[in-house]
């Protein structure tokens, strides 16, 4: 059995950690019986914790018992000499252990910065239930897993009472003292409000403390537009009534009085015509009077001669004049029709 859990033990995976993360994993050391629940909740908030820090990479641990764990390390209990032979083992710098009393009700945190060269720091909490609480232990385990490959920031600003944020996390009002910072950049955002928002990237160090102060600069006023003035008018006066639209003319109408004028052409050329073939014949019959030898001779022809021209002549002239009148009536048809056409 020892055997097989030292094994077991070697064959764990490698870290997770890439770059300058460095590799860490938790034990779980509550003792049998421990809801199991309660352990794995505390366990993923470790892990989800550890998952956001860009110092520290998660790594599993081994599928072993507490018991089977103390087995294949050779140890009696996991004090810091026995967490400084698994964290050999695993081949990480950081070794934390997490241990559940057995009412559930709290947890033990230790965690041993191996490559830092520091001793089992350790917190005790309350095992979490509200959101709060689990806000609570992630910050006590952040606390833990940095403390001393962490530096710390002093932020200060003109005026004071500016929102800070580091790494897009809230880090209070200034002047705030912000701490357990990873070593290297580190982004850090100051806002108040009616002044300029400013950002800048500080180096931090580890195990050492930096301060900046930040002046902020008033924002620029924007020019507000002002809404358009009212018209004012003398009491008992009208506003003057908007012209009244054109009326919409139809086609069909249009068709009607291009059409009327084409036929009312037509008539006064007709009667033109026939005015022309009144005052013809009329001038036809008065030559053939007056041509000697004309057989009407003597069958009353001064009264068929008189008949025929003056008949001829008052058609001619009532012809003429209708003609005149159409073709002024088809003018003025044909130009109102041309005219709303075109408009």
Known sequence: MAFAALLALLLAPPSLGAGPARPVAVVDTSPPGTDAAHRRAVLELLRLETAESRTFAW????????????????????????????????????LGTVDLDRAGTRARVRVLQVAAGTRVREALHSVPRSAAEQASLRTVWRDLLHAGVSGKLSVQSDPAGATVEVNGRPAGTTPADVGTLPPGPNLVRISLAGHTTQQTTVEIVAGESRSVHVPLQKAAAQPVARPAEPVVRPAGTVAPAPPPAAPAQSRAGLLALLGGGGLVSVAALAAVLLAAG?????????AESQRPGNVFLGKGLGTVVVTTVYGGVAGAVVLGLAGLVLGGVAVVLLGAGAFLWLR
């Open 59 to 94: 790594t599993p641990p081994p599928a072993l018992g507490v018991d089977e764990l103390l087995v294949a390390l050779g140890c009696e209990s996991m004090d810091e000499a026995c967490m400084r032979r698994a964290a050999a083992h695993l081949k990480v710098d950081a």
């Open 278 to 286: 009144s005052g013809a014949l009329a001038g036809g019959v008065l």
